[in-house]
């Protein structure tokens, strides 16, 4: 015997919070593409590009599987951001190119926002598949994150709060 959403998850109805969600990662995504792909123009460290590259491949896939679900529900998307023409790192004015450690830095801080955002997802979803696909971006942005962690201590970039070096001592009574 089955409840009343018990058979296939793909043919059951999403339901709202898991209709905007979708619609919201898939509007993120298109944005954070669109962002990352201007910050590959700005990056000058290869390493930094690596990890650019990952997260530009990560938003289009993001963007493919989100706006898939929402057109099986007859829903539309969120527009696409046009193409920017080719830049080349020399031509960007110094005064308004993007070092390398603020990018990476804001890079750290929209995965981190990512991985909330996944697990709210996951918590509300009642669809198996919906639940699942954010699981394998939370898995996907947890693996990114620890690249973008080690690249930043590597290169110095790292701007750490406030560490507890030396511990204060315990009173005893």
């Not at 793909?10 to 969600?21: L, W």
């Not at 590009?49 to 963007?63: F, N, V, W, Y």
């Not at 898939?68 to 110094?94: H, W, Y």
Request: net charge neutral; with cysteine; hydrophobic share 45%.
């Amino acid at each position: 015997m089955t409840g009343i959403l018990g058979g296939n998850p793909k043919e059951e109805p999403m339901h709202y919070g898991e209709i905007f969600t979708v619609w919201q990662a898939s509007m993120v995504a298109k944005g954070a593409l669109s962002c990352y792909r201007a910050y590959m123009y700005h990056a000058g460290d290869n390493d930094l590009k690596k990890i650019l590259g990952a997260l530009i491949d990560q938003a289009e896939l993001e963007i493919s599987e989100c706006d898939t679900l929402l057109s099986e529900q007859g829903i539309a998307s969120a527009p696409v951001m046009p193409n920017r023409p080719d830049a080349k790192l020399e031509d960007i004015p110094v005064g308004a190119r993007f070092t390398d450690p603020e990018i990476a830095a804001k890079l750290a801080a929209d995965n981190a926002v990512g991985l909330v955002a996944c697990s709210q997802a996951m918590g509300q979803s009642i669809r198996e598949d919906i639940g699942a696909l954010f699981a394998k971006y939370h898995l996907t942005k947890a693996a990114i994150g620890l690249k973008i962690l080690h690249l930043t201590k590597k290169k110095g970039w790292l701007i750490p709060p406030p560490l507890l070096v030396k511990r204060p001592e315990s009173v005893k009574a």
